[in-house]
């Protein structure tokens, strides 16, 4: 009967053991479904960022285009303004230069008749 009970006593243990596996077992697959649910979350919430960034992206592009854009044109302007202004200085002499001339002829014409 010693080998009986030794056995049965034995078999207990092991039901017990079992049954504490079956629990561990029912609460890593529950951890596991929603670790697997958290997942799918993060999934979305990483497709919506990436959405985000793509459009982010874009519109950096857009505006770096822009930016570019304006700078080609700004540098047109400035040349155009940059030529202008030597033009108007090089009239500007020019005109400078008649005044002087015509200043001369006036104090000439001027002494000549006095």
Known sequence: ????????AENCMLKDVCSELKKVIRMLETNKQELECMNEILKCEKLKVDDKTLALCKDLNTLKDLMNMREKVFNTDLSR????????????????SENNQLLKKAHKAESDLV
């Open 1 to 8: 009967m010693d080998e009986c009970d030794a056995i049965n």
């Open 81 to 96: 303004l940059e030529s202008e202004s030597l033009d108007l200085k090089l009239r500007l002499e020019s005109f400078v």
